[in-house]
C-alpha cells in the first residue's frame, strides 16, 4: 500500500511512516525537510521523501500521484505570523483536496483535534473544524479523526511537562494547574488505528472521535512523569489569565515556546468526552494503552523520534 502522508516528518507523521514501512508499507513523506527528524526518515528502507512547500501545487500533485491514499496530518498549535492558522489548516487542506482529485486519489484520512469546533475566539479550533468541513463535502471517502492528547517520543506533552520539571522544579504551570480530564492515547495506538483504517476501509465518511483507555487529571500526568523523573511537582491553582499571558510572552520572545496560547486553550477543554456528532472507533480499533511509567518513560527517550 502506498500512503502519502503530508506533514510526514512531525510527531505522528514519523512514527506513522515508520510503522507504515515497517509493515512493509511504502509512505510517501511531504514536509518542508528541515527539521532533524525528516534527515532520520530519509535513511529509513521504504520511504519516499519529497522535500516541498504544501504550497508548491505541481510537487503535491507527483507526491500523490499512483497513491493509494492520503493521512493529511499537516498542523501547527503556535501562529509565527498573521493568519498562519488558516494557511496550515484550511488552504493547505484546500490544496490537498485539489490534488487528491486530481491525482485520483479518493482515500483519505485528516487527524484533527477532539475539540474542534466552530469557535470565533480560538482559531486553532475553528481552523481545524473548517478544514473537517471541507473533508466532509469533498466527495472524497474520508475519516476524520479527533483524538486529544497524543502522547510518545517526541511529543508536546511528556516531553513539555519533562522541560518545564526542569525549569521550575516546585511548580509545572503549563499543566498541572487544571483539574480537567484527559484520556491520553499513545502514538503506536493512533499508527495502528491508522494503518488498519486504510488496510481494512474501516470507518470510512465518519468523524471519529478517539479516547485514551483511562481518565485522568492533567495534575495526575505530570505527576505521574515527575515520579519517573524523580522531580517534585507542586500543584497550586492559578487563575486561566495566568497561564494565557505566560503563553503569550513565550511565543513572543522564544522560537520554542515551553507552551503557546493555543495549547492553553486545549488544556481548558475537557478531553474525557467527544462532542456530539462524533462517532467512536469499533471496539478492535479503540486505543488500548495506559499512560504507565514504562510509557513514560519511552517517550522521554527521543533517539528515534
Known amino acids: 500500500m502506498r500512503i502519502a502522508i503530508t506533514g510526514g516528518s512531525g510527531f505522528l507523521g514519523g512514527h506513522l511512516a515508520r510503522e507504515m514501512a515497517r509493515r512493509g508499507h511504502f509512505p510517501t513523506i511531504v514536509a518542508r525537510g528541515v527539521s532533524p527528524r525528516g534527515e532520520a526518515l530519509r535513511k529509513v528502507a521504504n520511504i519516499n521523501f519529497m522535500p516541498m512547500p504544501i504550497t508548491d501545487d505541481r510537487r503535491l ?13 499537516i498542523g501547527i498549535n503556535r501562529e ?10 484550511v488552504d ?8 487528491a482529485r486530481k491525482a485520483g486519489i479518493k482515500r483519505v484520512i485528516f487527524v484533527s483535534y477532539l475539540k474542534a469546533r466552530k469557535n470565533p475566539f480560538s482559531r486553532y479550533h475553528q481552523t481545524k473544524w473548517e478544514a473537517e468541513e471541507m473533508f466532509r463535502t469533498s466527495g472524497l471517502d474520508y475519516t ?11 511529543d508536546h506533552m511528556i516531553s513539555h511537562i519533562s522541560r518545564a520539571l526542569d525549569l521550575l522544579p516546585l511548580f509545572s504551570p503549563p499543566i498541572s494547574l487544571f483539574s480537567n480530564k484527559i484520556r491520553p492515547i499513545s502514538v503506536d495506538d493512533m499508527s495502528d488505528l491508522m494503518i488498519r483504517s486504510f488496510e481494512e476501509e474501516a470507518m470510512v465518511n465518519q468523524t471519529v472521535a ?5 481518565e485522568i487529571t492533567l495534575s495526575e500526568a505530570v505527576r505521574r512523569v515527575a515520579r519517573v523523573r524523580k522531580k517534585l511537582a507542586l500543584v497550586l491553582p492559578l487563575p486561566s489569565i ?14 520554542d515556546p515551553l507552551f503557546t496560547t493555543a495549547q492553553i486553550n486545549m488544556l ?38
Open 61 to 73: 500533485f507527483q507526491a500523490f500521484n499512483n497513491c493509494d491514499g492520503i493521512a493529511h496530518l
Open 92 to 99: 493547505a487542506t484546500m490544496r490537498v483536496i485539489s490534488m
Open 210 to 214: 478517539l479516547l485514551g483507555p483511562e
Open 144 to 154: 476524520i479523526l479527533k483524538p486529544g492528547m497524543i502522547y510518545g517520543p517526541g
Open 268 to 305: 481548558t477543554d475537557d478531553m474525557s468526552k467527544p462532542l456530539a456528532g462524533c462517532d467512536l472507533p469499533p471496539p478492535e480499533l479503540q486505543p488500548k494503552t495506559y499512560l504507565t511509567d514504562e510509557q513514560i518513560r519511552a517517550a522521554l527517550d527521543t533517539r528515534e523520534s
Open 242 to 255: 495566568v497561564h494565557y499571558s505566560m503563553a503569550a510572552v513565550m511565543e513572543r520572545f522564544s522560537a
Open 80 to 89: 509565527t505570523e498573521p493568519n498562519e492558522f488558516h494557511k496550515v489548516h
